[in-house]
């Protein structure tokens, strides 16, 4: 091979990205969860400075293993789209290995969603609503009332949600990091602040298309038994669209944009301080 094509395998080598085992994207997705917790609670809960961090135990003990299944769900589309590791995926396949993730983090994302939402409604109607006693005891009597399928109500349209939008989200990620990243250097040495960049505005993308499908999700977990049929999705949308109207389905956009950008921000450096901890820890993995 020619000194000039050495070079542009040089260059091309360069600027892959290092095999990723699914093990390591595991943990130090785990890790990222954390990070987005750590920064987004304090958003939900500004009620003083000793409060910020309120009752964040029982959310991280949810976040970080839906987000090490989610980095693990997106790195395995990697690898199934990806049998060739010097040659860049593109868009698509990003998208395609994203929309993977959200199949996989849809198995604990719905039942907890499903629980958090009746509690949520619970709290805002006051003493006289009380039914469940907490998450567990929602939990439970749902599953005595109707069964699993209680719990997982509103599976389909957490999926009409996760996949499309982890598809954005990691594919949005993955693009940028990769333009930002100067000719002939690998995107490991991205550096910090444009690593935030990069995640923030995956973040964004994240809820731009989750959002609608996020709104039609909870109206439908939230509604009583019998309300709508099937799946609710039509029903929902139909019902939403005649009462407030299209802009009812980017409601609370404001403040959801406004925790998303820093959350997934840390959320993404976390994820790659983690994996370069794990790299010089255990680098056999």
């Known amino acids: 091979m020619g000194e000039l094509g050495e070079l542009e395998l040089e260059l091309l080598q360069g600027n892959q990205e290092k095999h990723i085992s699914l093990l390591k994207n595991f943990v130090a997705g785990g890790a990222g969860g954390a990070c987005l917790l750590f920064v987004g609670h304090p958003l939900d809960t500004i ?12 959310p991280l003990a949810s ?11 997106f790195g395995l589309g990697k690898q199934l789209l990806q049998p060739d590791s010097t040659k860049t995926l593109m868009p698509t396949q990003l998208f395609l290995s994203g ?4 199949v996989f983090t849809t198995v604990i994302v719905c039942p ?3 629980v958090k939402c009746l509690l949520q409604v619970q709290a805002s109607g006051g003493q006289q609503a ?3 006693a907490g998450p567990l005891d929602c939990a439970l009597k749902l599953y005595k009332t109707q069964g699993i399928r209680s719990i997982y109500k509103g599976t389909t349209l957490t999926l009409i949600r996760d996949v499309p939008s982890n598809g954005a989200y990691f594919m949005a990620y993955d693009f940028l990091k990769h333009k930002m ?4 250097e690998s995107v490991s040495q991205l550096s910090t602040p444009k690593i935030l960049l990069c995640g923030g505005i995956a973040g964004i993308c994240n809820w731009i298309v989750g959002l609608p ?10 509604a009583p038994d019998g309300r709508y049929r099937g799946t609710g999705l039509l029903d929902v949308l139909r019902e939403l669209l005649r009462d407030e109207g299209p802009r009812a389905l980017y409601k609370g956009s404001n403040a959801v944009f406004l925790r998303a950008f820093p959350a997934n921000a840390a959320c993404f450096l976390g994820y790659e301080l983690a994996l370069e901890c794990l790299n010089w820890l255990a680098p056999t993995w």
């Open 99 to 102: 929309c993977l993730a959200g």
């Open 213 to 222: 499908p996020d709104v039609l999700k909870t109206n439908f977990q939230t």
């Open 63 to 73: 976040v970080a293993p839906m987000m090490a299944i989610s980095f693990f769900g």
């Open 47 to 58: 009620k003083g400075l000793l409060g910020l961090y309120k009752g964040m135990g029982a």
């Open 181 to 184: 990243t100067a000719e002939g």
């Open 130 to 132: 009380v039914r469940y």
């Open 112 to 114: 907890g969603e499903r």
